[in-house]
């Protein structure tokens, strides 16, 4: 399964809208993959449908169409096409629904005579009502399996906005067809009341019952990218993309309206025509204002969206820096308290109370070693352990190992924890390879810590050729400090112990946890 969870991106768990790109799929699976074949197959089959409902629904007359109400109305109520696009939209993607859609209504449009500029916005403004959902999904959290009231109350009001913005097209298809103003009104009623019907009617209860089976065999067979994070130029090109859309729509209707004024002007008396005209200056300087409000509300959300980004990076730049600092205090305390443990090691008379005292001091450097790791990195939220476990074991080589015959090898990708997580993992590390390095060998023996992440999880193995590692058992029952520390330790990570012998001689503990996630308010790099 492909959690899309990456850092600064608010996780996006099954049932929110994730898509598969095509390019995605083409570039990261073989053409001739199975599952690429069945996934592209059904879609040329949907597709075939969506044209082939085309076909059907073309009616052989369109001068009885444009002359019937109740036909013009049964015509615009049901679209397949948007209903399968629809489909194709939430499941794998806007491209995949999106290019269906518009070669299926272009196809109506030159069916109806319309020319091809015309047909070209057409298409257009059937796949606006499908944009508008990709735009609201990608940019929000809500669920379209329609988990919850909520997730169904933002749909029905997605829907009831995108229907509208469609239903712009019905002025197109009007005056193609020289349709009367009655015939106008129903022909856009039809459309978006038909557009409204249909998403919430039939595509939203299936969404509601399949969508959670069509994510499982997603995760299942593909590794679904991660969402991209929004970005201000996303932002940017959206509103003003809003704007743009919008714009070509109203002067397109204001266009389409003088020209059926010209047209009812040619029948008119002389005394109505100049009511006429006097009206269609109205609507002419109502589309302008319409414009310019559009455009100016457009420049306001992008002077208000760039004004909140800048407060936000000021607050994440003083957030930041206040973090550090602590952290860079905590750091300096820490080692200030183990610079006070070495002095005391030094004056004690005790060698077991120095060998205490040293434990104590190792403890101590792995946690500040943590903290140093911390704010010496843009990202406070999490720790890399690669940075600090190295000189973690570099502190047990110096002060443990000293006549012993031990080696380490380790083998540490970059893996990064979150900080709580961290300072156990150093701390349990610590104990394990300072448990393992007290005892004495004669002969050399090598200790090498293997540290693995698979699907959020991260697996450590360490291998001991002496044998000298505590048993699960032990880490589980013994009383003694160094286990009970070592068993604590182990808890707060919520780690899966294992035992195993290993090939040749020695032994081997591994050990595995569930790397957390960031909590989204502390995350500031």
């Not at 015939?183 to 939203?204: D, E, M, P, R, Y």
Request: net charge negative; glycine share 6%.
């Amino acid at each position: 399964m492909a959690e899309n969870n990456d850092g600064l991106h608010t996780p996006i768990s099954r049932g929110h809208w994730r898509p598969l790109p095509l390019g995605h799929l083409l570039e990261n699976y073989n053409l001739f993959d199975k599952r690429v074949i069945l996934v592209v197959g059904g879609w040329l089959v949907l597709f075939a449908l969506s044209l082939l409902s085309v076909v059907y629904l073309v009616p052989t007359d369109w001068g009885s169409l444009a002359t019937d109400q109740q036909a013009i109305s049964i015509f615009l109520l049901y679209y397949p096409p948007l209903l399968i696009c629809n489909f194709l939209l939430f499941w794998l993607g806007f491209e995949w629904g999106f290019i269906p859609a518009y070669l299926s209504t272009f196809m109506v449009a030159l069916a109806s005579q319309m020319p091809v500029q015309w047909a070209m916005l057409f298409g257009v403004a059937v796949v606006l009502s499908m944009a508008i959902f990709a735009l609201v999904y990608y940019s929000t959290h809500f669920k379209y399996t329609l988990d919850s009231l909520s997730d169904l109350a933002f749909f029905v009001g997605v829907a009831l906005v995108a229907s509208m913005a469609s239903s712009l097209g019905s002025l197109i298809w009007s005056h193609v067809q020289e349709l009367t103003i009655e015939q106008t009104l129903v022909a856009w009623k039809s459309w978006w009341t038909g557009t409204f019907l249909q998403i919430v009617l039939i595509n939203g209860p299936i969404l509601y019952l399949v969508g959670d089976r069509v994510e499982r065999l997603k995760d299942k067979y593909f590794d679904v990218p991660n969402r991209p994070e929004i970005t201000l130029r996303w932002v940017y090109t959206s509103i003003i993309a809003v704007v743009v859309v919008l714009s070509i729509f109203i002067l397109s209707a204001e266009k389409l309206g003088s020209l059926r004024i010209q047209e009812a002007l040619l029948n008119s008396p002389e005394d109505i025509g100049t009511e006429i005209v006097g009206a269609s200056q109205t609507f002419k300087l109502t589309a302008w204002i319409s414009i310019i409000i559009l455009v100016t509300v457009g420049l306001s959300g992008i002077r208000l969206v760039d004004t909140w980004n800048s407060t936000l990076k000021e607050q994440v730049r003083v957030k930041r820096a206040l973090i550090s600092e602590i952290h860079h205090r905590v750091k300096n305390n820490m080692q200030l308290i183990a610079g006070l443990i070495e002095l005391q090691i030094h004056d004690s008379k005790s060698e077991e109370v120095g060998k205490e005292l040293q434990k104590s001091h190792s403890r101590i450097y792995s946690m500040a070693k943590v903290h140093e790791q911390t704010y010496q990195q843009q990202d406070a939220a999490d720790v890399n352990i690669e940075g600090f476990a190295p000189q973690v074991v570099q502190k047990i080589e110096a002060n443990f190992i000293e006549g012993n015959n031990v080696n380490f090898k380790l083998n540490i990708p970059s893996v990064k924890l979150v900080i709580s997580q961290a300072v156990n993992f150093g701390l349990l590390l610590n104990e394990l390879l300072r448990y393992a390095a007290k005892i004495s060998f004669n002969d050399e023996r090598v200790i090498s810590v293997d540290i693995e992440e698979n699907d959020e999880r991260i697996t450590v193995h360490i291998h001991d050729a002496g044998g000298a590692l505590p048993s699960v058992e032990d880490i589980n029952t013994d009383k003694t400090l160094d286990l009970t520390l070592i068993n604590r330790f182990c808890r707060q990570l919520n780690v899966q112990l294992d035992e195993d012998v290993a090939e040749g001689e020695g032994e081997i503990l591994a050990f595995s946890f569930e790397r957390r996630t960031p909590d989204p308010d502390q995350v500031i790099g």
